[in-house]
């Protein structure tokens, strides 16, 4: 069935430092991709999407790329801030069957 | 604003006893999802329903029960059967006819066993 692996956390970033968390999919049809962002105590909201190939989300300057021929949506962000301290997770939905499937979620910390 | 509503925010459970969570969307989404969440893991599917009166078992529906009587509410009663009940539950809803859209989630409820 369908599944997301993300890298494993935690990670810790001082602030200002550039953020790349790794995302890759295996899927059948053409899902669509996203990250959620949870802050502590929080449920989980939707930061950006894409829905086909080479596709581009971006929020809050985050941004994540569809890329179909390596299979992945990493997430990156080139200037992270003390407020980007969460857990991140990626998703995917509309492969097999109508299913959404989340990676495990990578915790990130950023230091003043 | 449109948005899902979770209540409680904490609630406490003695041995033997069931508690309902309650969650309530004004959203007009027709699918809604109920998920656990333990620490430092990622979630996982408890039930969902696709429309009124009807709903399927997820991953671990072992010790949970759901009902779907209005398309705005779909509580989750956490029955004695449920052995390690202590987690984070969240709810969500989406739009169910369009496969590839996301869902939107509660501010969750923490449960904890006295």
């Known amino acids: 069935g369908d599944s997301v692996t993300q890298m494993e956390g935690p990670v810790t970033l001082s602030e200002e430092a550039c953020l790349t968390i790794n995302c890759t999919y295996t899927a059948t049809g053409y899902p669509s991709l996203f990250w959620y962002v949870q802050y502590p105590g929080e449920g989980l909201q939707l930061l950006l999407k894409?829905?086909?190939?080479?596709d581009k989300g971006s929020n809050k300057g985050f941004e994540a790329t569809y890329r179909k021929e390596t299979t992945s949506f990493h997430l990156e962000k080139g200037s992270v801030q003390v407020s980007d301290s969460a857990v991140y997770f990626c998703?995917?939905?509309?492969?097999?069957?109508?299913?959404?499937?989340f990676g495990a979620g990578t915790r990130l910390t950023v230091k003043p | 604003d449109g948005g899902i509503t979770q209540s409680p925010k904490y609630l406490f459970r003695k041995e033997g006893q069931n508690v309902t969570l309650s969650c309530e969307q004004n959203l007009n989404h027709d699918a809604m999802y109920w998920y656990r969440q333990d620490p430092g893991q990622g979630l996982r599917l408890i039930y969902y329903?696709?429309?009124?009166?009807?709903?399927q078992k997820g991953d671990i529906a072992e010790g949970y029960s759901v009902s779907r009587e209005k398309k705005e509410s779909f509580p989750l009663t956490v029955t004695s059967a449920q052995k390690n009940p202590t987690a984070f539950y969240l709810c969500?809803?989406?739009?169910?006819?369009?496969?590839?859209?996301?869902?939107?989630f509660g501010d969750g409820t923490r449960l904890s066993i006295l």
């Open positions: 894409a829905t086909k190939a080479d």
């Open positions: 329903s696709q429309i009124v009166n009807d709903f």
């Open positions: 969500a809803s989406s739009i169910a006819e369009y496969s590839n859209q996301p869902q939107h």
């Open positions: 998703a995917l939905r509309g492969g097999q069957g109508n299913d959404m499937r």
